[in-house]
């Protein structure tokens, strides 16, 4: 379990520093929490990273889940969240806020937790948080203010070792909501997009987009079209929609997709999303 005293501390810290420092959290159970500052001020490019074991081994095929779990303010999220766990090899969460009874859960089932803090409502940091069975090898946060109302969204790069001597990059995004125009939403991706350059392999950018105008979609659709990626579609699709538009996207590289599901819940505001790759041969 982790211990209060170092929970305390991180957040006392976390609150002195936002809006300062750029930096993930890292909890892991029985170790102390841990601040992740980008591995180097360099581009990805210029970084050796180490080899690692692969975080799965199962035929070269794995699950991801991703959700906006919109601060476990809803019941019932526990029981969600851990079907996504049982089902899932990688979980990027948007709105996660570090309470003691989520920070209690994920550790419990052995996950390693990467979070970016981007604000605090009303005390505990709020952001994207990646799940994974083993630490990456490589993680970057980054965050970009809201506009209007100041608040941050954050974006988490992370690293994980495939078989066969490849590396996946995971980009877990909760996107501007709050802007009159799209200079800052643009902004966000076109950062992500310079370390996803420099990435040669497989790659899987997901998240909560809030692309929910037809500009926002448009420069979704380039940046991954840039970027060379693939927007995974949903046969049956129950995503959470926004002025007719969905909110929540996976787009991936280099990978293949054998199924793509959407899970309905109250659980949230947003519906999770499920999508099993295989790497190619």
């Known amino acids: 379990m982790l211990k209060g005293s170092y929970l305390r501390k991180i957040r006392a810290k976390t609150k002195r520093d936002h809006g300062q420092k750029n930096y993930a959290v890292r909890y892991v159970a029985g170790q102390p929490v841990e601040r992740v500052f980008p591995a180097s001020k360099q581009l990805l490019g210029e970084v050796l990273l180490p080899q ?18 919109h601060k ?30 989520l920070l209690k859960f994920v550790t419990d089932c052995g996950l ?3 979070q970016v803090p981007a604000f ?29 109302f100041r608040f941050a969204k954050s974006s988490l790069i992370t690293i994980y070792p ?10 877990n995004v909760h996107a501007i909501n709050f802007s009159l125009g799209i200079d800052v939403y643009s902004r966000q991706l076109d950062n992500i997009g310079i370390y996803m350059n420099q990435h040669e392999g497989p790659v899987i950018f997901a998240g909560d987009f809030n ?3 037809h500009r926002r979609f448009n420069v979704l659709a380039h940046f991954a079209h840039r970027m060379g990626l693939k927007e995974a579609s949903f046969d049956d699709d ?13 787009f991936y590289r280099e990978l293949n997709v054998l199924s793509a599901t959407v899970l309905t819940t109250i659980a949230s505001d947003h519906n999770p999303l499920m999508v099993k790759f295989s790497l190619p041969e």
């Open 211 to 213: 692309a929910w105008s």
């Open 112 to 114: 390693v937790a990467d």
């Open 238 to 250: 129950h995503r959470t929609i926004a002025f007719g538009k969905p909110l929540d996207f996976v």
């Open 162 to 171: 495939l078989p066969g001597d490849r590396q996946l990059m995971v980009v």
């Open 52 to 69: 690692g074991e692969p975080f799965f081994t199962d035929n070269n095929v794995f699950s991801v889940a991703i959700w906006n779990i």
């Open 72 to 101: 476990q303010q809803r019941p019932l999220w526990q029981s969600v969240l851990a079907s996504l766990i049982e089902k899932s090899d990688l979980i990027l969460l948007q709105e996660a806020q570090t309470t003691p009874d």
């Open 120 to 148: 605090a409502i009303p005390q505990h940091p709020s952001g994207v948080m990646t799940l994974a069975t083993s630490s990456p090898i490589y993680c970057c946060p980054l965050r970009e203010k809201e506009p209007i």
